[in-house]
């Protein structure tokens, strides 16, 4: 270990004992980016970089479990990236569900797949299915994993099964139209029951959303760091939330 590491280690412990654990997140969400740019720097391919960051997804998690974070979403596959070369999307698709194997063998953590199911790979789609059932009774956290997901399509699926369970039960649409407020939408979001992602980090330098969370996030404070994924450190976690701790959040007021 360099000087440089032994510096941001002690830099990071005394970070974190700074930390008011009564002004942390409840729910982080997290837009990983910066896979390919990492391996194009190291003129590896982008199945490198993804599978760096994948260690990297390992890593965060068990920094969200030491800060007691009891939600958090990760965004690992958008619609977008469906499209593609397959070239590309095949390995993407294995190294994204092994790495959510990997968070779900830890115990620590309950999985819950967010997003079009199916519209990846049925073996894919089902061994999601599998992990979240395989823990589904652990209450210490849950891990949304955004994979084929996309902001726009989640709001509208949401309004379908809306539509639907009111068609069951014999409304009319002008009788829906009468009583219909946000809370009935977000009753069908893929994120239903969990509180709404108090802080949200995307790596990378990018400022944007990207369609994550979009309902969900309108309250949410954001942090965005130039650093790629896989180089991502606790003390740029730690500083992520130090920045949220200190903002006075007004929720649009």
């Known amino acids: 270990m360099g000087l440089r ?21 409840r729910h982080v969400g997290i837009i990983l980016d910066g896979n390919r740019r990492w391996a194009k720097a190291f003129g590896a391919s982008s199945s490198h970089g993804h599978r760096a960051g994948a260690d990297k997804v390992l890593e965060v998690m068990g920094w969200c479990a030491d800060e007691g974070i009891e939600v958090v979403t990760l965004y690992l596959l958008s619609t977008d990236n469906l499209s ?22 830890t115990g620590r953590w309950k999985v819950h797949p967010v997003g079009a199911l199916d519209l990846l790979p049925e073996p894919t789609a089902g061994r999601l299915r599998e992990l979240a059932g395989q823990t589904a009774d652990i209450t210490t956290g849950v891990v949304n994993v955004a994979i084929g997901y996309g902001g726009r399509q989640e709001i509208a699926a949401a309004v379908r099964s809306l539509l639907l369970e009111h068609a069951v039960r014999g409304t009319s649409l002008a009788e829906l139209a009468e009583v219909l407020d946000v809370e009935h939408i977000a009753a069908h979001l893929y994120t239903k029951g969990q509180p709404d992602p108090d802080l949200v980090i995307r790596t990378s330098g990018e400022q944007r959303l990207s369609g994550f969370l979009l309902w969900q996030s309108a309250h949410s404070e954001f942090f965005f760091t130039e650093v790629l994924w896989p180089d991502f450190r606790k003390v740029d976690f730690l500083r992520a939330l130090r920045s949220y701790a200190a903002r006075e959040r007004r929720y649009g007021v």
């Open 5 to 25: 590491d032994l510096l941001y280690g002690a830099y990071g412990r005394r970070l974190e004992r700074s930390l008011d654990p009564d002004v942390l997140p």
């Open 84 to 105: 593609r070369p397959a070239d590309e999307l095949e390995p993407l698709i294995a190294i994204v569900q092994d790495a959510v194997a990997r968070v779900a063998a």
